[in-house]
């Protein structure tokens, strides 16, 4: 029996790689993978998709205004249940790191060929994250903290997320309440530049923000 084919929708405003990609991914793919829908118009990303329900959606990164990471998250809100892969020709993983914080499920650089693009489409499609080896040494690379100056209070409320402690736990033992720890921890995410506990607990092990 014949796999299901995988419906993509294309945002990108590069005409010959959009019609590159209708012609060539269903040749590549054995008919797996097929382009029913694409626009030029990042702004008009989340309606495309509404209206095709795709599978899955190719957004490039580098288009005009409102661009390519405000489509990706318009993407997400609008149609939560199609995946979002984001492209890009450029080498800078900023872009690409902001795609995934606006939900992106994986990053592919548009150099890739044609036939190397169903693997990384399908692991997407079965709920894992895709990414180049260099960005994902990039999102592993330790972050600067030079310049994170932490007060004693802080420095305990991290101890207390590095240990894996709760709301709850954290507020017994500060006797406060859970609301306020979770203030204290919003200010102290904001402070460190990360958005999660995890990313905090982290931070914390590979840059010395335990000490005494």
């Known amino acids: 029996m014949r796999a299901p084919t995988i419906r993509i929708v294309v945002v990108d405003d590069h005409p010959l790689f959009v019609r590159g990609l209708?012609?060539?991914l269903p040749a590549t793919t054995d008919k797996r993978a097929e382009v029913v829908g694409s626009t030029q118009d990042a702004s008009a990303a989340a309606a495309?998709?509404?209206r095709c329900m795709p599978d899955l959606a190719l957004v490039d990164l580098h288009m005009p205004p409102p661009g390519g990471i405000r489509a990706v998250g318009a993407i997400r809100r609008t149609t939560p249940r199609v995946r979002v892969v984001a492209m890009s020709g450029g080498d800078d993983p900023a872009p690409a790191l902001e795609a995934l914080r606006a939900g992106a499920e994986g990053y592919l650089p548009k150099t890739s060929e044609p036939e190397e693009l169903l693997p990384p489409l399908l692991a997407v499609l079965d709920g894992w994250a895709v990414l180049p080896s260099a960005l994902l040494r990039a999102l592993l690379r330790p972050p600067r903290t030079?310049?994170?100056?932490?007060d004693a209070e802080e420095r305990g409320l991290l101890r207390a997320i590095a240990a894996g402690k709760s709301t709850v736990e954290?507020?017994?033992?500060?006797?406060v309440s859970e609301r306020t720890v979770k203030r204290m921890?919003?200010?102290?995410?904001?402070?460190?530049?990360?958005?999660?506990?995890?990313?905090?607990?982290a931070l914390a092990g590979v840059a010395g923000l335990l000490g005494e």
């Not at 954290?170 to 006797?175: E, G, K, W, Y």
């Not at 921890?185 to 607990?201: D, G, I, M, P, Q």
């Open 48 to 50: 495309l998709v509404s």
């Open 22 to 24: 209708e012609l060539l």
């Open 146 to 150: 030079a310049s994170v100056d932490l």
């Open 170 to 175: 954290i507020a017994d033992h500060l006797h």
């Open 185 to 201: 921890t919003a200010a102290l995410l904001r402070k460190l530049r990360v958005s999660t506990r995890a990313e905090a607990a």
